[in-house]
Each structure stands twice: as C-alpha cells, then as structure tokens.
C-alpha cells in the first residue's frame, strides 16, 4: 500500500559550514512523496535531491523518520510524517 508521506526540509548549514539563519527565505522548505514505505520514501527524497545521508536514520512508531543529509548547498535535517491525506492513483 503507498502512502503520502510530508518531508519537512530544514536547512542547518550553508556549504561552506556556516549555519543558516532561521529567517532566511529557504531555511524551511516542505515536499510531499507518494512511497510504499518510509524507507522508500527517505531513498526517493535522497535520489531526487543527491543528497548522501550522514549518520543513520531514526524511525519512530507511526511510520515517522528524522536523518540528516548533505547537498551541494549544505546540510539538512528532514523529518518524515505520514501525510493526513491517503494517496490515490
């Protein structure tokens, strides 16, 4: 069964390793993702994004996940929530 997953996108550093002020424009950024399970849709957002996982990921009950990742642009923290709405083909 595929669910919608909310990706909450929170910018920590920039490149060069300096943090990111919290009222900057993209430090919080939301995606969505349909995936059949938390750990596709965690593998789909890193494939989408090349970013590479730093760390490991945490899971918590009700198919919830944290991890942090680096990109091009800097270092991130993603969590992971099931979305309120089902996903519909």
Known sequence: MRMRYTIEERHLTDGQGRPVAARAPDSVVFHSFEAGSIDDAIHLFVRQESAEIIG??????????????????????????????????
Do not use: M
Not at 71 to 85: D, E, H, I, M, R
């Open 56 to 89: 490991s990921v945490l899971k918590f009950p009700g198919f919830q996940a944290v991890a942090t990742v680096r990109k091009p642009a800097g270092v991130y923290t993603l969590q992971f929530t099931p979305a309120s709405q089902p996903f519909e083909p």
